[in-house]
Nanobody, 116 residues
C-alpha cells in the first residue's frame, strides 16, 4: 500500500527556513519521480519542484528556484523540501506527490505559514 506522509510545516518569520519531509511507504523513492506542490485557499495547485526517478534530476518552478531545494534520502525512503528565504507569499498547504506503478499518490499536506 502506497502512502506519503508530510511533516515539518509550521510558523516561520519572513526570511526564515523550514525543511519539509515526505516519508514514503509501499515503494522505493528511487523508483518514482516525486514532486512538491502547494495550494493557497481559493487558488490553483502550484507545482514547485520535482526529482526524477533513478538519477534524481531536479527541476524547480521559477517562483522558488534558488530558494527551495528538493532532495531524497534512500536510506530513510524520504523526500525533502528545504525552504529558505521564505516570504509571506510562500504561505500555503504543501503537498508531496509520487507516481509509482503508473498512479499518482498524494500526501495529506502540511501547513506552512510565513508571518512576523
Amino acid at each position: 500500500q502506497v502512502q506519503l506522509v508530510e511533516s515539518g510545516g509550521g510558523l516561520v518569520q519572513p526570511g526564515g527556513s523550514l525543511r519539509l519531509s515526505c516519508v514514503a511507504s509501499g515503494f522505493n523513492v528511487l523508483s518514482s519521480a516525486m514532486y512538491w506542490y502547494r495550494q493557497v485557499p481559493g487558488k490553483e495547485l502550484e507545482w514547485l519542484a520535482s526529482i526524477s526517478d533513478g538519477s534524481g534530476i531536479t527541476m524547480y518552478a521559477a517562483s522558488v528556484k534558488g530558494r527551495f531545494a528538493i532532495s531524497r534520502n534512500t536510506n530513510k525512503n524520504t523526500m525533502y523540501l528545504q525552504m529558505s528565504s521564505l516570504k509571506a507569499e510562500d504561505t500555503a498547504v504543501y503537498f508531496c506527490k509520487a507516481s509509482p506503478f503508473g498512479n499518482d499518490y498524494w500526501g495529506q499536506g502540511t501547513q506552512v505559514t510565513v508571518s512576523s
